[in-house]
Nanobody, 127 residues
Framework: QLQLVESGGGLVQPGGSLRLSCAAS????????IGWFRQAPGKEREGVSC????????RYADSVKGRFTISRDIAENTVYLQMNSLKPEDTAVYYC????????????????????WGQGTQVTVSS
């Protein structure tokens, strides 16, 4: 059974760092593109970053470029989102998603068609 499980969220002060993990089971990362999205209360879902099935293609939202880095560990079947220089506006529930239909590219538009979603992990940036 295909499953995505996010972890690593928490409370951090502005300027701090967190690393989110998206552990995949029932799928091989080489066959899927993985995206990270976030949704804050009262706001629409926002694409944050993604990585294609080869690992050679990544995208970032303008709001996180230079601060966030997406990576993956094939052996662990896990995708990571390293978040540095966190800001209060980064506060949201973060979700990872998998796309197996067109994995050679990945997208972070809000309605990009990902097939599978995790349950989310809360990130709160506050002093």
């Amino acid at each position: 059974q295909l499953q995505l499980v996010e972890s690593g969220g928490g409370l951090v002060q502005p300027g701090g760092s967190l690393r989110l993990s998206c552990a995949a089971s029932g799928l091989a990362l080489e066959e899927f593109a993985i995206g990270w999205f976030r949704q804050a209360p009262g706001k629409e879902r926002e694409g944050v970053s993604c990585i294609n099935n080869s690992g050679g293609g990544t995208r970032y939202a303008d709001s996180v470029k230079g601060r966030f880095t997406i990576s993956r560990d094939i052996a662990e079947n896990t995708v990571y989102l390293q978040m540095n220089s966190l800001k209060p506006e980064d506060t949201a529930v973060y979700y990872c998603a998998a796309d197996g239909l067109g994995p050679s590219v990945c997208g972070i538009t809000p309605n990009y068609d990902y097939d599978y979603w995790g349950q989310g992990t809360q990130v709160t940036v506050s002093s």
